[in-house]
């Protein structure tokens, strides 16, 4: 999976905790992106970073933050999980070029 | 709101036989990628057609994009039952390198 890894790979968890999900490059690609992929939507963008310390928004970022302190690793935060979150999530790392290289995926359930 | 869209949504055919997948999208483009995911993984990269460029090979894969219509079609010649996966298109229209997906189709191929 271009060494790039997502941990946990399964979580089940409680509405209104806190979860964090973690991706780990070691590619050192400046581009690195957080997915949800539920059935009949495809994936949708949540957050990306274009460098440490710089990350946007994307389609669905509500009730998701990030952080990228380091090159190698996107935190994708949830900070009071609720049902509609419970997804595949994916993480994905992309050089110059475009074409990007997906992570294993996590699966989250929110009971 | 989703950029490109599978069609058909799901494809059966025998080993041997063409699988023609075709995706259409609504914005202009940089470059237009397609991707698969085999089921439970996460996606791989298959192919990236750039804006100016018509037709692209890579092995069984053919691809075609018709900016005037924005469609693109997947083609993947002599199939296997190893082809079985979902595939995706993914528009790039933008400078962070963010991609749009459509929602897949699932293609299934018989022995």
């Known amino acids: 999976d271009a060494g790039i890894t997502q941990s946990p790979r399964h979580k089940v968890t409680e509405t209104g905790t806190p979860v964090t999900l973690r991706c780990h490059q070691t590619?050192?690609?400046?581009?690195m992106y957080w997915y949800r992929q539920d059935p009949g939507h495809g994936l949708r963008l949540i957050h990306y970073s274009y460098g440490v310390k710089d990350t946007d928004k994307g389609e669905v970022s509500d009730g998701y933050s990030v952080s990228r302190s380091k090159t190698e690793d996107f935190l994708l935060t949830l900070e009071s999980a609720t049902s509609s979150q419970t997804s595949v999530y994916f993480c994905?790392?992309?050089?110059?070029?475009?074409?990007?290289?997906f992570g294993p995926g996590t699966r989250l359930t929110v009971l | 709101s989703q950029q490109g869209e599978e069609d058909p949504q799901a494809l059966s055919i025998q080993e041997g036989e063409n699988a023609t997948m075709n995706c259409s999208y609504k914005t202009s483009i940089n470059n237009l990628q397609w991707y698969r995911q085999n089921s439970g993984r996460g996606l791989v990269h298959l192919i990236l057609i750039r804006s100016n460029e018509r037709e692209k090979h890579s092995g069984r894969l053919r691809v075609t994009l018709d900016t005037s219509k924005k469609s693109s079609s997947l083609l993947i010649t002599a199939s296997r039952a190893a082809d079985t996966a979902s595939y995706f298109c993914?528009?790039?229209?933008?400078?962070?390198?963010?991609?749009?997906f459509g929602s897949g189709t699932q293609l299934t191929v018989l022995p």
């Open positions: 994905a790392i992309s050089p110059l070029l475009g074409e990007q290289f």
């Open positions: 993914a528009t790039d229209q933008g400078s962070a390198r963010q991609l749009t």
């Open positions: 590619e050192n690609h400046r581009y």
